[in-house]
Antibody, heavy 126, light 107 residues
Framework: QVQLQESGPGLVKPSETLSLTCDVS?????????WGWIRQPPGKGLEWIGS???????NYNPSLKSRLTMSVDTSKNQFSLKLTSVTAADTAVYFC???????????????????WGKGTTVTVSS | DIQLTQSPSFLSASVGDRVTITCRAS??????LAWYQQKPGKAPKLLIY???TLQSGVPSRFSGGASGAEFTLTISSLQPEDFATYYC?????????FGPGTKVAVK
């Protein structure tokens, strides 16, 4: 079955760049899905970060767009996130997920996030 | 961005109770809504998508409904493993925003 696993530093200094990778197993990342990142600050709700297609096409949350870069490496079957100029407000659990869909007709795609990684905790602190 | 509100934000219930959570969108999203369950320290789990389609493997006591811009998640008979936080998410337009969550706790 499809599995996702996040990895990256657990501690990042303020003003530096947060870099995370999501390894995908059980399915080729180029199989035709979008892949996404979601984060959850301690004790708070979920925030959509963005998504990427295997072609490299992206959709970013406007609140993060100026600091965010997502990329795909099909040879390693993984996708990545870079967030620059981090502050304490970026401290969160970061999840990667598959964005799957059902189609009920031409140009009608009901998306949903059906496979999630376990999440990785990132703390921004000096 | 499309904003989602959930009510209640917290509810206490007993095993066997019927529980309904409501999610409202700030603008029309048709049926582009999903529901997730999250337990402490775990990733969210997909329950329902397209407002009312039950994800494979999810118990049939969970159901989703829609009426205009109002969506509901109903648990017909609450089980011990259902105590968790529930989130709705709109997938009509980017960014795919989440509701603030509803925590279901033991009465």
């Amino acid at each position: 079955q499809v599995q996702l696993q996040e990895s990256g530093p657990g501690l990042v200094k303020p003003s530096e760049t947060l870099s995370l990778t999501c390894d995908v197993s059980g399915l080729a990342i180029s199989n035709g899905h979008y892949w996404g990142w979601i984060r959850q600050p301690p004790g708070k709700g979920l925030e959509w970060i963005g998504s990427i297609y295997h072609s490299g096409s992206t959709n970013y949350n406007p609140s993060l767009k100026s600091r965010l870069t997502m990329s795909v490496d099909t040879s390693k079957n993984q996708f990545s996130l870079k967030l620059t100029s981090v502050t304490a407000a970026d401290t969160a659990v970061y999840f990667c997920a598959r964005l799957n869909y059902d189609s009920s007709g031409p140009r009608i795609y009901y998306y949903y996030m059906d496979v999630w990684g376990k999440g990785t905790t990132v703390t921004v602190s000096s | 961005d499309i904003q989602l509100t959930q009510s209640p934000s917290f509810l206490s219930a007993s095993v066997g109770d019927r529980v309904t959570i409501t999610c409202r969108a700030s603008q029309g999203i048709s049926s582009y809504l999903a529901w997730y369950q999250q337990k402490p320290g775990k990733a969210p789990k997909l329950l329902i998508y397209a407002a009312s389609t039950l994800q494979s493997g999810v118990p049939s006591r969970f159901s989703g409904g829609a009426s205009g811009a109002e969506f509901t998640l109903t648990i017909s008979s609450l089980q011990p493993e259902d105590f968790a936080t529930y989130y709705c998410q709109q997938l009509k337009s980017y960014p795919f925003t989440f509701g603030p969550g509803t925590k279901v706790a033991v009465k």
